[in-house]
């Protein structure tokens, strides 16, 4: 290993994504392991700033791996977009004895942390900690498996009400920028469409669509939709659109919301975050810094933090061909 640090700050920023905590608690437990000091950074960069730390052991992460959320908690910091905020949070590790950083979170977080890194040469890498899987560098991000999981148990249950009332029913699920949970939920749930900032479906084809399932003899249709997807100006507008071109159905919406933050973790972003959690803390002890942590065909890999928030994720076309043949 490198040169020898003594302490490594840990914070979590941006929105909360389940596994947050397994990934903490990995941290922590690597760092006891290679004797290392842990402190843990309240309320992501906010606190960075005010100081607002905590030495952490291998006991204080006892019985969190399961839970949803984060302890550490996370905040919005528009005095860390400021030189001179940023400039305060350097002189708050310095005060602290924190020797580098690992960042939990999504490229809202990896962006400070870059720009943090070149002003203080400060060592930073990062954790992918975020639903929306939109992350270059790694198949997936922590919390992502989850809220799939989440996404596609809401549909299900929503089908059943669909189903009964012959009703069609558009759900939208998180998803500004990126389509992953609806593309990926869709097909696992059954859905009849798929809307997707990525591909523009278009409100004639959806109309055809609705009515050849019509034809077919579908009494009830699943639409996923993406909030960022620009069909229409809205979900509830499109559902508007729907009914007064197909009066023959029913429309109604559902969005999920933030549900699809919360929950208990799947086992495999429990997996996923402790594996990115041991790697984090080995890179830093080896004198890295600007990387993200990240996983490629189950290996754990590394990628320039830069990279990893300017990289295209693409979404995956071999699965936009299943949703069209599935939703014949």
Do not use: W
């Not at 919301?257 to 402790?274: K, T």
């Amino acid at each position: 290993m490198g040169k020898k640090l003594k302490r490594i700050g840990l914070l979590t920023s941006g929105g909360d994504a389940p596994g947050m905590n397994a990934a903490i608690r990995a941290v922590v437990r690597t760092c006891t392991h290679y004797n290392v000091e842990c402190v843990g950074i309240y309320r992501g960069y906010q606190g960075l700033i005010e100081g607002d730390f905590m030495l952490m052991n291998a006991r204080s992460v006892n019985n969190i791996i399961n839970k949803g959320g984060t302890i550490l908690k996370s905040a919005r910091s528009d005095e860390f977009r400021t030189k001179a905020g940023r400039k305060k949070a350097y002189e708050s590790l310095k005060e602290g004895n924190i020797d580098a950083l690992i960042l939990i979170g999504g490229d809202g977080t990896f962006t400070g942390g870059i720009i943090f890194n070149k002003e203080f040469d400060f060592p930073v890498i990062g954790i992918p900690g975020t639903i929306d899987n939109d992350i270059c560098g790694t198949n997936f991000t922590i919390g992502y498996d989850t809220a799939l999981n989440t996404v596609v148990e809401a549909i299900d249950k929503i089908r059943d009400t669909a189903s009964s009332h012959n009703r069609l029913f558009f759900v939208e699920v998180m998803g500004r920028d990126a389509g992953f949970i609806a593309l990926n939920a869709g097909v696992g749930a059954g859905a009849e469409e798929i809307l997707i900032p990525e591909e523009n479906l278009g409100l004639e084809r959806l109309l055809e669509s609705l009515k050849k399932s019509k034809r077919s003899g579908k009494s009830s249709s699943i639409v996923v939709v993406a909030e960022g997807d620009k069909t229409g100006k809205n979900v509830f507008e499109l559902a508007d659109y729907v009914t007064a071109n197909l009066p023959e159905y029913e429309a109604r919406v559902s969005v999920l919301g933030h549900m699809q933050r919360g929950g208990s973790p799947s086992c495999f972003d429990r997996v996923l975050a402790s594996r990115l959690g041991v790697k984090a803390v080995e890179l830093i002890l080896d004198g890295k810094t600007n990387l993200m942590v990240g996983i490629i065909n189950n290996e754990i890999v590394t990628t320039e933090l830069e990279k990893a928030i300017k990289g295209q994720h693409t979404i995956d076309q071999e699965l936009l061909r299943v949703s069209d043949i599935m939703s014949t």
